[in-house]
């Protein structure tokens, strides 16, 4: 990749969006260009300390601020964006992770509802070493510590909702949004429909790890400096957010109750074989039974989100939303060599 068009965005702390759709575009791009982008983390950086509690140095609904929207020009409904994570670091040495009243899979919440209290607000710092490429967990309660390896992602990754709809982005749904899937990491390809001109993509909430499920609500949030190359793939929709890495096809679904976002995941690779793969229904079903990967992304967001995912070295050999992954691949490896 020649001369690479590269646009480097650090947002002030009022150029943030909180939503998707309803934000004037931070820029146009052109298909191909390659974003390096500075993101928050969910908190707006304001989770510092254990003293720190979200419910008093942090404003609902201002949380999980996104960079962007980006204006990718000759996107249109219809069409899918192809975004290429070439990396994800961690962009400060610590991450936050806390409890947050009535928020989690394991308390009651506002729509799950009874008479027990919240459990107890509490902040836990983790220390990153970027370059052992670990995240420290500090017990509260004892004296144990222990390293777990990094694993950076981003929990949000969307374009503008379908039907005129503004999105919180706490909320995951067809057009993305707070997924919170670990598989959303570098060296992925996702694939997002475009429901509006321009698509207006937008990403953040860096999480230096995640635990499959995100039981808490809160994974170790950080944040990020992330670089990824957006293309578009005209006149090829895609229903639902995709993910391909070199090893697998991931689908998402995003709904509530759980089982219902399980249905989504599956019924959308099912599809995807059936479309790119040259399965019929129901072979596409009955293979999909027994060779599939079923992770939860999160269970304590608006929507839960499920993920649904098959190796690729166990489907025939044909290209699949225009072999953009590999395209996409050996750009980013051209663009890392300069």
């Not at 020649?2 to 150029?15: F, K, M, T």
């Not at 209290?117 to 510590?145: C, G, K």
């Not at 992925?188 to 860096?206: H, I, K, P, R």
């Not at 808490?216 to 895609?238: N, P, Q």
């Amino acid at each position: 990749m020649s001369d690479p068009r590269i646009l480097s965005v650090r947002p002030e702390p009022g150029d943030y969006a909180w939503t998707f759709g309803g934000a004037p575009p931070v820029a146009r791009i052109a298909p191909g260009t390659v974003l390096d982008l500075w993101t928050e983390d969910c908190f707006g950086g304001r989770v510092r300390s254990e003293k720190d509690l979200v419910s008093e140095v942090c404003e609902f609904p201002y949380l999980n601020p996104q960079t962007g929207p980006f204006h990718v020009e000759g996107a249109e409904p219809g069409d899918t964006l192809a975004v290429h994570f070439v990396s994800v670091e961690p962009a400060r040495d610590w991450a936050a992770s806390t409890t947050v009243p009535l928020f989690g899979a394991l308390t009651g919440t506002h729509t799950t509802a009874g008479l027990q209290p919240p459990l107890p607000e509490q902040v836990w710092i983790w220390q990153l070493d970027r370059e052992r490429r670990t995240a420290r967990f500090a017990a509260h309660d004892s004296e144990f510590t222990v390293d777990l390896p990094l694993d950076p992602m981003h929990g949000t990754v969307g374009v503008a909702p379908a039907n005129l709809e503004v999105r919180s982005a706490l909320v995951p749904d067809a057009h993305g949004g707070n997924m919170d899937t670990p598989e959303m990491r570098a060296g992925v390809t996702c694939y997002l429909g475009v429901n509006v001109e321009g698509a207006l993509f937008s990403l953040g909430d860096g999480h230096a790890r995640q635990g499959e499920g995100e039981t808490c609500g809160v994974a170790v949030e950080c944040a990020m400096h992330t670089v990824v190359i957006v293309d578009l793939i005209k006149d090829l929709a895609t229903p639902w957010p995709r993910i391909e890495s070199d090893t697998h096809l991931v689908s998402t679904g995003s709904a509530r109750p759980l089982e219902d976002a399980f249905r989504v995941a599956q019924l959308d690779l099912v599809r995807w074989l059936v479309r790119d793969y040259g399965f019929s229904d129901m072979d596409a079903y009955q293979f999909l039974t027994q060779a599939v990967e079923s992770p939860l992304a999160n269970v304590c967001d608006t929507n839960y989100t499920s993920v649904a995912k098959v190796r690729k070295e166990w489907l025939p050999q044909r290209e699949s939303h225009r072999a953009a992954h590999a395209r996409l691949r050996l750009s980013a490896a051209a663009l890392t060599s300069l």
